[in-house]
């Protein structure tokens, strides 16, 4: 039966059995269709095999056409939902104002169908693929949608009927089934096979797969059929073991079997029972997989299992334990090993897995997505499968597609809040992903060797395994973060205590990871990369987790969860100390920046008390774990210094690396801002004088602190001092005055961050956007691009428009602090701790100067970082304030004051400039004073004799007699006679303050010197908080000996303590510093304080800084007035402390001496560049047509005796002679900008859609190459050739920057230049060069031809002869030309030279764009090329001129020009060809010839006189006559050309007319034919030309069927007028130019409307007398010396004696338009979306595939693939082709991808930048931000410009070889 229906037509037979399913009966039916499916559906055969896919098509459509079945079934898709699924690279847009997740995205089609005017949108190209919110109201709002899903059209549709999909039903069960059996088959163990196998699989199943995906895509009637199949439990159960008697079926499921073993993935009885009685899911399963099983060594893994899963920490005990006591806290053991599939989706998605995402299948599954039911049980299915999918990524060879695929899936899944939160309640989902992740880091952890290496139980991952390198883990913790973006989500996370646990376990991995250790010795020999590595994780895996947690604990609702974090963080921080051994002090010389555990806790802390009231201490630990937790993150602080003081230059550049990404604004608030946040509210809790003393401890720079001049240091070297102690003060500032977590508000962060940005350098607005840090979850605080962003923006900065130099670099819109930002707001320190390059710092510094110094503030010498008023500190946080008062911060200042001021090495302005900061700050933070009578009695062991209190105010005006201090026995104050000073020096201060009197032993007032006291002080605060017993601190107390340090070779002086006299109060040092700044004695006179007026000191240098300082004590304490008062008025010249030798010298200070210095060196700089910019504007004003030219090489000449030219290589200056010839540097290249002109002076417009296009036909080139080859059919050849121009494309263009050199000079250069190994930007085989002078791009040089001197004036002087005679001279001197040429010159240097530019010129353009001759290569077709090459560069003169000569002078382009020179060397090139005497255009020109009838039939006649092209003619006579030809001679030849081009002009005009208007005009002329000034009068001449011309029926005939254009407008005798003029001007232009060139002659300005008279008073044509009367008429500058009609009638019957068929072609030749509009670019669309949204998806014209990278031409708007293979031909890509074929090696493209554009130029090319930007002025490359972009005019202008004026070489400068690639 079956086979039987199989051999019949498979239309009838699905219509038949149809027919039989639709009986109520139909078992018949059912049987006869799994017979059928039985047959054609066998897995046995092989899957390439499209008969069963055929017979499924036919099936399902049950007999009609397929495509028409699809279209019944589309029109009952009732979704909603659009849902298009599309994959990597494809084109979406995101909406943030629209998206309510912020992975939303539409398709092209429903966002331009939605309306999103003025929301926050953008374009982007999907990287992992995605799928189409649109309709989705969980995951945008409604709003959005577009017009077909807000109408919700899905919700009308009619209900399916029974019968359409009754087949289907039927049939695709079977289909599914099959290809799970081709996939089962086909798979084969990674250990057994290569990846290979599975490829070749996946490609045999293709056409199955893409029908499913076509069925999906039919629609939602469709879509729940297949839902249908692939949810129910029992169709799988009956179709997937096969039936009992098929052996395959039974074998297949074997496989399959196998292959979930294979995945470590089914538990042990399972295996037993091989699948037969599944047991549920949970608690048997977890029963029999142990308590190991969680992260299982997958119970006894059976042999064939790769060992990678197998336990690799199993040997590591420490590994084993971690895993034993993190498995005992999971719920459910079974997350990692059970897995059993009930449904086909369940298997299909196993498989999907399996094969490692296929793309096809993806897709599928993804389309399907819209089905509600189905979405439900996918998202299970896909969470039941996690841990798999985890553990097939792990071992994959391609993970980084695979992580694509798979959050191209779970993004869909994740994003929607409602499933999210019921997979989390139903499956568990926070579990299985915690555990998993878990899971992963666990493969790839090693023992950490943070502190205690050797007894550390600590592990970490290892940062260089490929799972953290290659991001691995990424696609599980993005998934992690979206699911922890829901609400509902993370409350379950933060009130599941035991997840938390395992969380913080987790995070606990990367505490220390990536620890660096400082190299001593030598220098590290390989430099790891891992560090990026630990960065992305930290940030990725653990900060953003943490930012999602945040984002809920906003509110005071919320206490709880917070409360749990910390206790869990403290926790895990106690044990991670326990694990590494730390006791008090960290280990040396190592650093990790790696302290997630402290972040945590530290940005807990800060939410709690800024968000939801809770009480800081109620949170805190005891003080011994305070002090613990302060020790590592203010170790990094201490580390970034040593960094940057180049302590651990051994360790290579990637530890600057480390320095720098953890300050980047990335990271910056995932890292170094929760640490100072940290170390701030360890320094609010702990002992002021323990916290300050571990700082300078930490920074090594404690033996620094001593009064002694001279010490030791046993940890630093001398150069490391000064700027590790700066680094202390410093972080000291930052420390006290930073709020960003201490009581700011967001806006006022927001508002700090951006004028530090803004105050170091002007920013883009994507740049300010990229800086600002943003808490990294999306959701959270601040978006960017939000409304706050953009309103505080414009309240701190100006927007600078984008500008254009016209010399190239394309500035983009920049923002700019205001004045009132710089004057109120500018805050260093937020600079430093925000700088990741050290040189930022002084950036903003400079700027800031620069502003004082505008505004008039702050004049003289540098200024100080201005000091800067704090928001108030939270009460939380009082306690930091005690900082700034406490005795060891006291003397430490003290000290400082003192050193600076007797200029101890070391010292710097930075360090005063820090201490005076702090002062300053502690006046303006005071302390409650009420503990200050209760100071316990054990404070007399220490510094009370410094200082009786801990107030600042109060201690600064407390005078200090005498310090002990311990010195080498070598040093200045050690004194040789051993008096002690009198003991009995009582210390009353002289201000009546009564001081405690102590006498014996103690005396206090010579205390030993706080250099110990520092070290022992602190250790003894922490000893006295763990309470240790007293005996163990009295001996910590013991002074170091220099015993205990390491002792170099050359031991150093023992050392001794002296006691030094001192007798200076703060406050005193601080008035002697001002007297030292600004080096006048009593700068302060005693009465300063009442003249001050207070406001002028918020700018200025350190002066102010002091004067500032003393007036806010003055203020705040009389006692304090009262003593400044004192010293300003008894004040003294500096003294140096008594001592024997006073070697300290005040030589120079090292930083005056650097100022200085660097002063020079600024002076020196600026006169450089001020020479510099001199000679630019000279020689390189690229674009400045006004400017007077520099060397107008052409005047020149003419007047002196004889030319010098100066050698810019050996600087020597003489004449150019045969022997040694002088050259001009020039670049030659090729051009068809004058072959792209039009007619008309509308620019073309670029196409955007079908309807537009751009017919190339209209322009120069296409026009001239029609006319040379009409005249080639009907003419000679070689007439043909010297009758146009030809290089309108291809032409060769000749610039020079105007430098000349001698050529062998140039010769040696060259080969200087090819032994030089530098990398260039061109190609010196090729002769490229850069001007040795000005660097400007060349590649030839043109000889400079010996100058004249005797002749020149006779030459020059115009005379007075008869036209005739002058015409008869012109033919004489012709007819030399034969005995002229080469024999006279001998083979001399110069006459090489110039042989080998011709070579050169030559060269420089294609060969087609040469040979226009019949026969290539004939002297005929090189004289055509040589004589264009003038005309080429006249022409782009007069474009360059803008089209005319009426602005006259001389032009940018003149000096660019060398059209003398040119002229020369090609004039003696052309000597070579003899002109055909027998035939000389200039006899027909001049003379009525008798008529010669001995022409031969065969050979074609010559081109008609009024055929030729006059400036050609007049270029020919220039070159081939004798040189230097006479300006007589030149005026001569011109005006006979004229009489030729006005005839041709009547001749063109009365081919215009109609027939009616012919007459008429003849007639009226005729009337004036015997006027005496008949030959100058137009009618009678035109009257004429009509009466010859129309002696021949053919030559008006030909255009009366095209009605002429005018045809409408009678012609007037204006009208008349206008036209012959306008016919004739070019040919005037370009003679008046050449004679400019040639002579020297000025050209004159002239109003347009005059420009005709001008230029023909300019030729001579019209006698200078006729210049001002009434207008003139272009018939009065004709001079004919024979008759004119006769002549007239001589050219007119060279038309008319043609043959009628070449009359009937050639006649267009009379009817010429010499009119050209100037070159233009292509006219773009304002947007750039109109162009994108065209192009991106449009095929090729020549492939017919999209290309991956489009380009346009904006020359000709051809479409191109660039560096496309499809369009390669002879190895040359399609760009490059395309620039040699419409540029002639020159090609403008817009990079549709990346809205850029690329100039090729020859084998070189570059990147220009882009003409698109966006409302902030900025370019997009490569589209990255996706924000609409807008047309720039102006740089649009700029492009032209160059492209017009063939600058593109000498503008850009990065250029880079192209290889054909392109």
Request: hydrophobic residues 35%; aromatic residues 8%.
């Amino acid at each position: 039966m079956a086979a039987s229906l199989v051999r019949r037509d498979k239309k009838s037979t699905a219509a038949h059995l149809k027919a039989d399913l639709n009986w109520t009966d139909n078992s018949s039916g059912v049987r006869q269709l799994q017979e059928l499916l039985d047959s054609v559906l066998n897995p046995e055969k092989p899957a390439a095999d499209t008969e069963a896919l055929d017979w499924c098509k036919c099936l399902i459509a049950g007999g009609e056409g397929f495509e028409e079945f699809c279209k019944t079934v589309r029109s009952y898709d009732n979704a909603t939902l659009c849902g298009l699924v599309w994959t990597a690279n494809f084109v979406a847009y995101r909406c943030r104002t629209c998206g309510i997740s912020p992975c939303m995205s539409l398709c092209a089609e429903c966002f331009n169908n939605g309306d999103h005017t003025g929301h926050d949108f953008n374009m982007f190209r999907s990287q992992a693929g995605g799928a189409c919110d649109c309709g989705d109201s969980n995951v945008m709002r409604e709003t959005g949608f577009c017009n077909r899903h807000r109408l919700r059209t899905g919700e009308n549709v009619p209900s399916v009927p029974r019968d359409l999909l009754l087949m289907s039903e039927m049939v695709l069960p079977r289909f599914i089934i099959c290809i799970i059996q081709y996939l089962r088959d086909g798979y084969t163990e990674p250990d057994t096979s290569t990846e290979r196998d599975l490829q070749k699989v996946l490609q045999q199943l293709e056409p199955q797969i893409s029908f499913l995906e076509e069925l999906t895509k039919m629609g939602g009637a469709m879509r729940t059929v297949l839902t249908k199949i692939l949810t129910n439990q029992q169709i799988f159960k009956d179709l997937s073991m096969g039936q009992e008697e098929n052996v395959y079926a039974k074998k297949n499921y074997e496989k399959y079997l196998s292959a979930l073993k294979n995945s470590g993935l089914v538990s042990v009885e399972e295996k037993a029972q091989s699948g037969a009685a599944e047991p549920t899911r949970g608690a048997e399963a977890g029963a029999g997989a142990g308590a190991l099983g969680l992260l299982g060594a997958e119970a006894p893994a059976s042999p064939d299992e790769s060992n990678k899963e197998e336990d690799q920490d199993g040997g590591q005990s420490v590994g084993q334990r971690k895993r034993v006591k993190l498995s005992s806290t999971a719920k459910d053991p079974s997350i990692m090993d059970s897995l059993k599939h009930k449904c086909f989706l369940e298997e299909l998605l196993f498989w999907t897995i399996k094969y490692e995402f296929p793309q096809k299948m993806v897709t599928f599954l993804l389309n399907m997505l819209p089905d509600q039911d189905y979405k439900i049980t996918f998202t299970k299915t896909f969470v039941q499968h996690y841990a798999f999918i985890m553990k097939t990524l792990m071992k994959s060879q391609e993970s980084d597609t695979m992580s694509n695929r798979i959050v191209h899936i779970s993004v869909q899944l994740f994003s929607n809040e409602e499933l999210a939160r019921h997979v989390t309640e139903e499956c568990q989902l926070l579990d299985i992903m915690v555990t998993v992740l878990l899971y992963m880091m666990e493969s790839c952890l090693i023992k950490s060797e943070l502190q205690d290496e050797e007894n550390s139980r600590h592990v970490v991952v290892n940062c260089s395994e490929p799972l953290l390198k290659n991001n691995t883990y990424w696609p599980l913790v993005s998934d992690f973060i979206n699911i922890l973006s829901h609400q509902s989500v993370a409350k379950k996370f933060l009130e599941d205590h035991s997840l938390l646990m395992l969380w913080m376990s987790f995070v606990s991995f990367f505490q220390g990871m990536n620890l660096n250790k400082r190299e001593l010795s030598e220098h590290v020999e390989f430099e790891s990369q891992t560090y990026y590595a630990a960065f992305a994780a930290e940030l990725e895996a653990c900060a953003q987790p943490m930012w999602g947690l945040l984002t809920h604990c906003k509110v005071k609702e919320t206490q709880e969860y917070t409360k749990t974090v910390v206790r869990y963080c403290l926790e895990t921080l106690q044990i991670w100390f326990d694990a590494i051994g730390f006791v008090d002090e960290p280990a040396p010389n190592q650093v990790t920046f790696h302290l997630p555990l402290h972040r945590y806790y530290a940005m807990f802390l800060s939410k709690a008390v800024k968000c939801q009231g809770l009480d800081l201490d109620s949170l805190l630990p005891h003080q011994e774990m305070l002090m613990k937790i302060m020790v590592h993150p203010l170790q990094i602080q201490a580390s970034l210094s040593e960094i940057h003081s180049n302590m651990w230059v051994r360790n290579g550049l990637q530890i600057k690396g480390q320095a720098m990404t953890y300050v980047q604004s990335h990271f910056c608030n995932s890292m170094i801002d929760p640490d100072i946040f940290l170390l701030q509210v360890c320094a609010s809790r702990l002992d002021p004088d323990y916290f300050i003393s571990s700082v300078f401890e930490r920074f090594k720079v404690v033996d620094l602190l001593t009064m002694a001049s001279v010490h030791q240091n046993a940890v630093l070297d001398g150069e490391q001092e000064r700027p590790m102690l700066e680094g202390a003060l410093t972080f000291l500032v930052i420390l006290s005055s930073l709020r960003i977590h201490l009581g700011m508000a967001d806006d006022e962060i927001l508002r700090a961050e951006m004028v530090s940005q803004l105050c170091m350098n002007d920013r883009t607005h994507s740049s300010l956007l990229d800086l600002i840090p943003e808490n990294p979850n999306p959701k959270s605080g601040i978006v960017p691009g939000s409304c706050s962003f953009e309103e505080m923006l414009s309240a701190v900065a100006d927007f600078k428009a984008p500008v254009f130099e016209p010399g190239g670099s394309m500035q983009q819109g920049m923002y700019t602090p205001k004045e009132e930002v710089w004057e109120k707001e500018f805050d260093p320190i937020m600079v430093v701790l925000r700088t990741v390059y050290r040189r930022d710092v002084q950036s903003a510094m400079d700027r800031y100067s620069a502003f004082l110094k505008q505004s008039g503030m702050h004049t003289t010498g540098n200024p100080w970082p201005p000091y800067k008023e704090r928001t108030p500190l939270h009460p939380c946080y009082k306690g930091l304030d005690r900082l700034l008062h406490c005795k060891t911060l006291h003397i430490v200042i003290f000290t400082l004051l003192y050193k600076i001021w007797l200029d101890h090495s070391n010292m710097s302005e930075h360090v005063l400039c820090m201490v005076l900061y702090l002062i300053e700050l502690g006046l303006d933070n005071q302390v409650q004073e009420d503990k200050e009578d209760e100071e316990p009695c054990i404070e007399e062991h220490c510094h009370d004799s410094w200082f009786p209190g801990t107030n600042l105010l109060s201690n600064l005006h407390h005078v200090i007699n005498y310090v002990r201090v311990r010195v080498p026995e070598t040093a200045p104050e050690v004194k040789r006679e051993k008096d002690p000073p009198p003991s009995t020096s009582a210390e009353a201060s002289n201000f009546g303050q009564n001081s405690r009197h102590l006498t014996g032993n103690w005396r206090e007032n010579v205390r030993e010197a706080q250099v110990f006291s520092l070290v022992a002080e602190r250790r003894r605060k922490f000893q006295e908080i763990i309470n240790r017993s007293s005996t163990e601190a009295s001996q910590v107390v013991r002074p170091k000996s220099s015993s205990t340090r390491w002792v170099p070779p050359g031991t150093p002086p023992q050392l001794v303590t002296e006691i030094l006299e001192i007798r200076e109060s703060m406050l005193s040092l601080l008035i002697k510093l001002h007297q030292k700044l600004s080096a006048k004695q009593n700068s302060l006179s005693a009465t300063w304080l009442e003249d001050m007026e207070t406001n002028s000191h918020a700018h200025g240098d350190g002066i102010t800084a002091i004067e500032r300082i003393l007036t806010k004590a003055a203020t705040r304490s009389r006692q304090s007035k009262r003593s400044i008062q004192e010293i300003c008025g008894k004040v003294s010249p500096p003294v140096a402390p008594k001592k024997n030798s006073p070697t300290d010298k005040k030589t120079m200070d090292k930083d005056e001496r650097r100022q200085r210095a660097r002063e020079r060196q600024q002076k020196l700089l600026a006169e450089f560049a001020s020479r510099q910019k001199s000679f630019m504007e000279t020689a390189m004003d690229v674009e400045s047509p006004d400017a007077e030219a520099a060397m107008d090489l052409g005047a020149t000449e003419v007047m002196e005796s004889e030319v010098l030219y100066d050698c810019v290589i050996c600087g020597q200056s003489g004449p150019s002679t045969e022997d040694r010839p002088t050259g001009l540097v020039v670049l030659l290249q090729a051009s068809s900008v004058l072959g792209h002109r039009c007619k008309s002076d509308e620019t073309k417009k670029l196409p955007t859609t079908d309807d537009e296009h751009i017919y190339p036909a209209d322009t120069c080139g296409a026009a001239h190459d029609v006319r040379l080859a009409l005249m080639q059919r009907f003419f000679k050849d070689s007439s043909c050739l010297q009758s146009v121009s030809i290089g309108w494309e291809g032409g060769v263009y000749v610039q020079t920057c105007g430098h000349t050199l001698h050529i062998d000079c140039h010769k040696s250069y060259m080969v200087s230049l090819r032994n030089d190994q530098v990398l260039q930007g061109f190609s010196v085989d090729k002769g490229e060069f850069t001007c040795p002078l000005c660097r400007q791009f060349a590649n030839s040089v043109l000889p400079c031809r010996p100058g004249r001197s005797t002749e020149v004036v006779s030459w020059h002087m115009p005379t007075n002869k008869k036209t005739a005679v002058l015409v008869k001279e012109v033919e004489d001197l012709q007819e030399q030309l034969g005995l002229f040429p080469v024999s006279t010159t001998t083979e001399s240097n110069l006459s090489k030279e110039m042989e080998s530019v011709i070579k050169d010129i030559k060269n420089t353009t294609q060969r087609k764009y040469m040979d226009y001759g019949k026969n290539p290569g004939s002297p005929d077709n090189d004289f055509l090329f040589m004589y264009s090459v003038a005309r080429t560069n006249l022409e782009l003169e007069l474009v360059h001129r803008g089209g005319n000569l009426c602005s006259g002078g001389a032009s940018a382009a003149a000096k660019r020009s060398c059209l003398n020179q040119l002229f020369h060397v090609l004039a003696m090139h052309m000597r070579l060809y003899s002109i055909d005497s027998a035939y000389n255009p200039w006899t027909r020109l001049t003379q009525v010839a008798q008529r010669r009838d001995d022409c031969l039939d065969d050979e074609r006649p010559e081109v008609p006189m009024l055929f030729r092209d006059c400036p050609s003619l007049l270029i020919i006579f220039v070159l081939t006559m004798p040189q230097p030809l006479r300006k007589e001679h030149f005026i001569c030849l011109v005006r006979m050309l004229y009489n030729l081009q006005y005839t041709q002009a009547l001749a063109s005009l009365s081919a215009k007319f109609s027939p009616e208007e012919r007459q008429a005009w003849s007639t009226s002329g005729a009337l004036k034919k015997n006027a005496f000034d008949a030959e100058k009068s137009y009618d009678a001449l035109l009257s004429h030309v009509i009466g010859e011309l129309s002696k021949v029926k053919t030559v008006y005939d030909v255009n009366t069927e095209v009605p002429s254009m005018l045809s409408s407008s009678v012609w007037s005798p204006h009208s008349i007028e206008y036209s012959l003029q306008q016919f004739c001007l070019p040919y005037l232009r370009l003679s008046c130019l050449l004679q400019h060139h040639l002579y020297g002659d000025k050209l004159l300005g002239c109003p347009e409307v005059e420009e005709f008279s001008g230029l023909a008073g300019c030729l001579g044509l019209l006698a200078p007398a006729l210049q001002p009367s009434n207008p003139i008429y272009s018939a009065s500058c004709l001079d004919w010396t024979v008759n004119a009609f006769d002549l007239m009638t001589q050219w007119c019957s060279e038309v008319t004696g043609l043959s009628d068929t070449q009359a009937k072609k050639s006649i267009t030749l009379l009817v010429q338009d010499p009119q050209w509009a100037s070159p233009h670019l292509l006219h773009l669309p304002d947007h750039y979306n109109i162009i994108f949204q065209y192009y991106h998806k449009k095929a090729c014209t020549a492939c017919k595939k999209v290309p991956k990278d489009p380009a346009l031409c904006l020359v000709c708007g051809t479409f191109v693939c660039l560096k496309g293979l499809c369009c390669k031909q002879q190895g040359i890509c399609e760009c490059v082709l395309h620039s040699q074929h419409c540029g002639a090696a020159t090609g403008i493209f817009l990079l549709i991808n990346a809205s850029v554009i690329i100039i090729i130029r020859g084998h070189r090319f570059c990147l220009w930048g882009s003409v698109y930007l966006d409302a902030h002025g900025e370019e997009d490359r490569d589209l990255r931000r996706g924000k609409p972009l807008f047309l720039c005019v102006e740089r649009y202008r700029v492009l032209q410009q160059q492209w017009v004026s063939h600058t593109f070489d000498h503008i850009n400068k990065r250029w880079g070889p192209h290889y054909n690639g392109l």
